[in-house]
């Protein structure tokens, strides 16, 4: 009897599974990310070898200090501690842990959620509006150049984007009826995004707001709401009181991101004006605009009926999200990158869609077979112009700062472990890739950095002084050049020298 019913179990399973196969929308998507994979495996391939930038050796350089212990009373490093948000790190070292490789590493910590974040996108547009919007969306995220671009590497933005997407994903599909399991999830996921990159706590305000119009004050009475914020905010808690017992205080960054806004000398509209044809191309950002419109109008005209009909409520989540990124990054901090951009590139996108759908919506009432080439044609316009755009830029970036990886592995593979390293703008790489201890010389005091060094690093990038150089060319009799490498291939424009210091 038990082996029948088993055996009935799983046959109900199969048939639930081919149903789902045969669903011409999950056809869809599953081809969508397998065509994600395809790419993003291509410039895997094509990147995997390429140096650690500055973030990223951050990073790498808390997850190695929590390995080795070799450089807790190094200031730089204190720093980063006390300003870099800390799961990255955490994961980073358990797999180092485990000897992973840096393309190893790759692979799990971006390419695979990177992945999963195109399945994620069709979810939140399914959620929200319906099934082309999601798959539209979908298909638009998985040929951004700017999350192929930083999916190669090892920094924040991807895994906070990961975890920020199966929050709202969670958040969507819980906040109208505070389903407790889902509801936890997705503050649980929220905290994960905060603990990945300290600016996602925007989302949970964004939460905060639609639950207000949504709820009124009414949810102060709902102990699925209170029950699964604090179940949800865990990791939040463990980090804080962390951060109480280390720095005395539970958000010691703050003062110095505070600090550091204040220098900034006006508000950052480049963020709109650079990065958004930088990141869509003219044709696709005629339909994020277009999209826009549809959701600003549509917002207009549902006034007093934002908590009764879907849609609506759909459209003030993700304009939520859009603006609140937007005004923090110019107009409270006043500065952004690109990257910054990942998490509100998903509303962004999901804008473009319904622009596109717009159009091909008045297209169909003429001719359908027009419509469905109309969306095709865009889609293969916005491939082509993110392929042309992004291609020349990750394929060009993958040699940047190779010079600096190399020199320093070098010094990891050539020079005795307790070996002492000094130079400028180096500590990152002397401790995640040369593995050696830092001497932080003071350019006053000449005969404290033959003494307590053992090699110093002249190289042709940032930070760089001008005086160290000089100290080297006139203490030639005291040093002995024992690697260099180059730019070119004729082998006449230096790009790092490494010298052992005579004893």
Request: with cysteine; aromatic share 16%; proline share 3%.
């Amino acid at each position: 009897m038990e082996e029948n019913k088993e055996q009935e179990i799983i046959e109900e399973k199969k048939k639930k599974l081919i149903n789902w196969i045969n669903n011409k929308y999950n056809k869809t998507i599953l081809g969508i990310v397998f065509f994600s994979f395809i790419i993003n495996i291509y410039y895997f391939n094509l990147t995997k070898n390429q140096a650690h930038w500055w973030d990223s050796l951050a990073y790498g350089g808390l997850a190695k200090e929590s390995i080795l212990y070799l450089w807790s009373n190094n200031a730089f490093l204190a720093h980063e501690a006390v300003i870099r948000a800390p799961l990255l790190p955490l994961l980073w070292s358990i797999l180092l842990r485990f000897n992973l490789s840096d393309p190893s590493i790759i692979f799990i910590l971006e390419i695979i959620p990177s992945i999963i974040s195109v399945y994620l996108v069709y979810l939140i547009g399914k959620e929200l509006y319906d099934e082309k919007v999601g798959i539209i969306s979908a298909f638009l995220f998985s040929t951004s150049w700017l999350v192929i671009f930083y999916t190669m590497r090892i920094m924040t933005d991807i895994p906070a984007m990961f975890f920020s997407l199966l929050s709202i994903y969670f958040f969507s599909k819980s906040y109208r009826n505070f389903n407790l399991k889902l509801f936890s999830l997705s503050i649980f996921f929220l905290s994960l995004a905060v603990l990945s990159r300290t600016v996602s706590y925007i989302i949970g305000g964004i939460f905060i707001v639609l639950i207000l119009i949504n709820k009124k004050h009414h949810f102060i009475k709902n102990k699925n709401f209170w029950i699964g914020g604090i179940i949800g905010i865990i990791p939040l808690i463990i980090l804080f009181i962390s951060n109480m017992i280390k720095y005395g205080n539970i958000i010691p960054s703050l003062s110095t991101y505070a600090s550091s806004v204040g220098e900034k000398p006006g508000f950052a509209y480049y963020v709109i004006t650079n990065f958004f044809p930088h990141t869509f191309g003219n044709v696709l950002l005629i339909f994020v605009i277009l999209g826009l419109l549809l959701i600003i109008v549509e917002l207009i005209l549902g006034y007093g009926y934002y908590n009764k009909v879907k849609k609506i409520d759909s459209n003030i989540l993700l304009f939520l999200i859009l603006i609140s990124f937007l005004i923090f990054y110019i107009f409270i901090l006043r500065a952004a990158e690109d990257r910054y951009l990942l998490v509100p590139l998903v509303p962004l996108l999901i804008f473009a869609s319904r622009g596109i759908l717009y159009i091909s919506d008045f297209i169909k009432k003429y001719n359908k077979e027009l419509a469905l080439l109309c969306i095709i044609i865009i889609l293969v316009f916005s491939v082509y112009s993110q392929y042309k755009y992004g291609n020349p830029i990750i394929d060009g970036k993958k040699y940047s700062y190779i010079q600096m990886k190399e020199a320093f592995l070098w010094i990891n593979e050539n020079t005795p472990k307790d070996s002492v390293i000094t130079g400028d703008g180096i500590p990152l790489y002397t401790i995640y890739y040369a593995e050696r201890k830092i001497y932080d010389y003071n350019i006053s005091n000449p005969d404290g950095i033959f003494a307590n060094s053992d090699y110093i690093v002249l190289h042709r990038f940032e930070y760089q002084s001008q005086e160290l150089i000089n100290l080297v060319n006139e203490n030639q009799k005291y040093l002995t050049p024992v690697y260099g490498n180059f730019f070119d291939s004729q082998k006449q424009q230096p790009a790092v020298i490494i010298y052992q210091i005579n004893k």
